[in-house]
């Protein structure tokens, strides 16, 4: 694992070099995503491990070379993958495994939530076909028995929601001096 302090730098670093890629078809950048989704996170009382995945569940749109909106043109970036990949060399997996499973669990509200589909972002209805579309029942109950499938949840209804054009937040430092120490720590869970 790497220092607090080196790792606040390096994610500072990223969000400085790839943060102003526009976000999907939103009138938004990663950057501002991110801090969206962290506020949100913390609002709503979660782990600081979860916040700090919330600020870096796209890191996988950031660190691969795909361009800015590869759904469009039928690509399927494996950004959790990518990002949970990324996230696992630097934290424990209370905060690596929610990111690997965000698009799964927009999968399983899709079979689940009745409802859930109709409220996707038209990106989102063109990368969950090549993400394989909604889950089955048995699919659901697998998606289920996996550990942090219920972070898995409550981080993709916060990506949801993180979309607002007009919305301010504070500073992303302000965020990595809260939550970083504590995620890197491993919270167990626990509201922050
Ligand atoms: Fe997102």
Redesign the pocket.
């Known amino acids: 694992m790497i220092g607090t302090q080196a790792l606040k730098q390096e994610i500072c670093t990223l969000y400085l070099r790839e943060g102003h890629n526009g976000?999907g078809l939103y009138h938004l950048n990663q950057l501002q995503?991110g801090l969206q989704?962290a506020a949100h996170a913390q609002a709503q009382g979660l782990s600081a491990a979860l916040i700090v995945a919330a600020l870096l569940?796209?890191v996988g749109h950031m660190v691969h070379d795909l361009g800015e909106t590869p759904a469009e043109a039928g690509v399927d970036d494996r950004h959790e993958e990518v990002g949970a990949q990324w996230a696992a060399k630097r934290f424990p997996p209370d905060v690596s495994e929610p990111i690997r499973l965000h698009v799964a669990a927009k999968r399983y509200l899709c079979g689940a939530e009745d409802g859930y589909e109709a409220t996707l972002s038209k990106d989102s209805v063109i990368s969950l076909a090549l993400q394989g579309g909604a889950m089955d029942g048995k699919e659901q109950a697998a998606f289920l028995a996996q550990a942090h499938a219920r972070e898995a949840i409550a981080l993709r209804r916060i990506?949801d929601i993180?979309k607002d054009p007009h919305a301010t937040t504070r500073p992303l430092e302000v965020f990595l001096d809260a939550y970083l120490e504590q995620a890197l720590c491993g919270s167990g869970g626990e509201p922050a």
């Open positions: 976000y995503h989704a569940h796209d990506d993180a």
